[in-house]
């Protein structure tokens, strides 16, 4: 199961919550620690979702090219 910005966006705002409510520094910081690798991890997620849709258009306007120049037909509409 791929996980998505949100889920990881979800975590982090769980752990920095988790964080304010901490008695201990250790595990503050701990929680704070883990906030900012899902923060990361959300970032990274974000910039793969766009490379995937910019790599499907590339793919997509590079078929109907080469469908252009075979001289097959469009989809229909």
Not at 42 to 63: F, G, L, M, P
């Given at each position: 199961?791929?996980?998505?910005?949100?889920?990881?966006?979800a975590r982090a705002t769980d752990a920095e919550?988790?964080?304010?409510?901490?008695?201990?520094?250790?595990?503050?910081?701990?929680?704070?620690?883990?906030?900012?690798?899902?923060r990361q991890l959300a970032n990274q997620a974000?910039?793969?979702?766009?490379?995937?849709?910019?790599?499907?258009?590339?793919?997509?306007?590079?078929?109907?090219?080469?469908?252009?120049?075979?001289?097959?037909?469009?989809?229909?509409?």
């Amino acid at each position: 199961m791929s996980q998505t910005s949100d889920y990881y966006d979800a975590r982090a705002t769980d752990a920095e919550s988790a964080a304010e409510q901490a008695d201990l520094a250790n595990v503050r910081d701990r929680e704070l620690r883990s906030a900012a690798v899902f923060r990361q991890l959300a970032n990274q997620a974000r910039k793969i979702d766009v490379s995937r849709r910019n790599a499907d258009a590339e793919r997509a306007e590079r078929r109907a090219l080469e469908a252009e120049a075979l001289g097959e037909p469009g989809e229909l509409a």
